[in-house]
């Protein structure tokens, strides 16, 4: 058990060092855990109601004409958000040319006039696979950042860096009274989790599309950098902080699937048929999910969520103040967990037993998923359970392989000394007739020889087929010289008679059997053993080698199939090698000879089968003896 100990402890340490050094297998566990946690908890987050999306979407298109609509139509669509009571308007579209439907400048014009009016934010895109030609205003309105960065901070805090940016006309970005960048990438698994409030461009720093957004709602001046754990930073919007990783990531705590923020058609907003509070102190973002001009992408809570949807939720997530994050401690947090859980595990198992290991094992993988639920929804910090629950699995995994291992050494162990017992008895019982006479100890040995040879034969007979496995072949050739142990019971003066027994003394000599079986049965019930194969079979060698296939054999007059198998092959062997040897009553008989009586015994004396079995065999049998007898 002490073993087991060890090998459960030492896969806790290694399950637990795993986890430290998050192997990029691990890593994407741990999204699809994040994934599933927020199913579980997006219910008790319903959105705040301070973000709603003006939806440009197909009936919308259908009502006013093909997107993108004249500039000074979204002019009259600006201004009647901005009246209706909007803290602000965000586009997540870039007008990066003209109006293609009056090449005049007069609907630009309109436009850059509407925006000038205060409280629009329009997007852009920043682009990364290489420098691209800007104008001097593009992209515009960077971020007036203070960062801090506390004495223990390193410079693993890298936000992305730009190479370029698909801007707005500059006419409509100088109108603008902020802008912000539309880029959101999902994980390599395709799935859009994290998005960057903060983007780095020519040694400035850019904010977000939402993140514009929010300020300019909630006309927010005072915005700090503040990194202290290296890893991870906050942003602080006049005192309220919201968590970003290394690369200035916001981790987005999705409110359900596509449209659980409230929309309001595009096509509603100019004959004004929308309720009279739908803009009331929110932010509107425009944005398209018209089937061809949205963008789609995954995220855990659904499968074709709009980018324009996706810059509401972090809107929402800002204001609401909910945003998650993955502290830089979580990787440490969540080894140790899997170290405790793993060494409880094992000691469940040392003291109690398996299967309550089992249930506890179950247990805690149960308790560690509710938990890391409850942290995501109740303090907004996502601890994965993934190296908590591979480690206990792993940990009562190792402790049951190495029960079996141990137990199956043990139980080998036990099968081998017990293997040694039968081998050291059946020696001593051989032992026993060897001291009583040369003659049969020699009988013995030859007969263990002649048997196996035999029944490797029969074994391809169909009828014995599936009794002569190896293993019970070599049983039966091992167990064959106990045959005439019962003679040790039967005096000396008839083993030895010169001439022919009278009637009693043949009585006397039939007995054999039943010493045999005797001294056999006294040792099972000295030892204890109660039907065991291997004793089972020697009673039956030694009981049964005396009757004939006709019913005329001795001690019970067996006949036929109910002869055991084992009696039938050694009656053979026993005929073959007693007419080949010298006898005190008579000289041996020649191999021909003896194997004619065996022949002319087929059906009355001898099963026919293991007599054409032995007839195959018969010159294997001639060596043997000669071999003995050099």
């Avoid at 409509?172 to 395709?190: C, E, K």
């Avoid at 938990?371 to 109740?378: E, P, Q």
């Avoid at 020889?449 to 049983?475: D, G, N, S, W």
């Amino acid at each position: 058990m002490n073993r087991v100990l060890v090998a459960g402890a030492l896969t806790a340490v290694l399950a637990g060092a795993v986890g430290l050094l998050r192997p990029s297998f691990l890593s994407a566990l741990d999204w699809r855990a994040y994934d599933v946690l927020m199913g579980w908890s997006v219910a008790p987050s319903p959105p705040t109601g301070r973000v709603v999306v003006v939806d440009i979407d197909d009936a919308s298109l259908a009502a006013i004409g093909q997107w993108p609509w004249r500039r000074d139509l979204l002019a009259r669509f600006v201004r009647q958000i901005r009246s209706a009571g909007a803290s602000a308007i965000a586009f997540d579209v870039v007008f990066a040319e003209p109006d293609a439907h009056a090449p005049a400048e007069g609907p630009d014009a309109l436009f850059a006039g509407a925006l000038r009016e205060g409280r629009v934010v329009l997007g852009y895109e920043f682009t990364f696979s290489g420098p691209m030609p800007l104008s001097a205003s593009c992209p515009a309105h960077p971020l007036g950042l203070a960062t801090l960065r506390g004495g223990g901070a390193r410079a693993e805090f890298a936000p992305f860096r730009a190479a370029g940016a698909v801007c707005n006309l500059p006419d409509l970005a100088a109108a603008a009274q902020t802008t912000g960048f539309l880029n959101a990438s999902p994980d390599s698994d395709g799935i859009l989790r994290r998005v960057p409030l903060l983007i780095e461009f020519r040694n400035r720093v850019y904010p977000s599309l939402a993140l514009a957004a929010v300020m300019l709602a909630a006309d927010t001046h005072d915005v700090v950098l503040r990194v202290d754990g290296g890893r991870t930073a906050q942003l602080s919007l006049d005192g309220r902080l919201v968590p970003l990783d290394s690369k200035g990531n916001v981790l987005l705590r999705y409110r359900g699937p596509t449209r659980t923020i409230t929309h309001v058609r595009a096509a509603d907003v100019l004959p004004e048929r929308f309720a009279t509070d739908a803009f009331v102190g929110k932010i509107a973002i425009v944005g398209a999910t018209a089937f061809g001009a949205r963008e789609s992408v995954t995220t855990p809570t659904d499968r074709l969520f709009s980018g324009v949807e996706i810059q509401a939720t972090v809107a929402d997530n800002l204001l609401s103040g909910d945003t998650l994050v993955r502290p830089v401690w979580a990787s440490p947090v969540e080894s140790v967990a899997t170290l405790v859980l793993g060494i409880a595990i094992v000691l469940v198992v040392v003291r109690i037993g398996t299967l309550w290991g089992g249930v506890v094992t179950v247990l805690s993988v149960i308790g560690v998923w509710i938990g890391a639920a409850r942290i995501l929804a109740d303090r907004h910090v996502f601890l994965s359970p993934v190296t908590p629950t591979l480690g206990s699995l792993a940990e009562f995994g190792a402790i049951a392989v190495a029960l079996v291992f141990w137990e199956r050494r043990r139980a080998n162990r036990a099968t081998t000394k017990l293997a040694e017992s039968r081998r050291l008895m059946v020696q001593s019982l051989l032992s026993l007739t060897e001291i009583r006479d040369e003659s049969t100890g020699l009988h013995s040995r030859r007969t263990q020889q002649y048997t196996r040879l035999l029944a490797k034969r029969l074994a391809t007979h169909v009828r014995f087929r599936a009794f002569m496995t190896p293993a019970r072949i070599e049983l039966l050739a091992s167990l064959a010289p106990l045959h005439d142990i019962g003679k040790v019971g039967v005096p000396d003066r008839l083993l030895n008679k010169a001439g022919k027994l009278t009637l009693d003394e043949f009585e006397e000599m039939q007995r054999h059997p039943f010493y045999g079986r005797a001294v056999i049965d006294k040792a099972e019930q000295h030892v204890g053993v109660h039907d065991d194969d291997v004793l089972d079979m020697a009673k039956e060698i030694v009981y049964t080698h005396h009757e004939r296939w006709d019913g005329h054999g001795y001690p019970r007059g067996l006949s036929g199939e109910h002869i055991p198998i084992p009696g039938r092959v050694v009656t053979v062997v026993d005929v073959y090698d007693a007419l080949t040897t010298t006898r005190a009553y008579r000289e041996s008989l020649s191999h021909d000879t003896a194997v004619g009586v065996i022949v002319s015994g087929r059906g009355t004396h001898f099963d026919p089968a293991v007599v054409d079995a032995f007839l195959d065999v018969a010159p294997a049998f001639q060596q043997i003896g000669c071999r003995a007898s050099a």
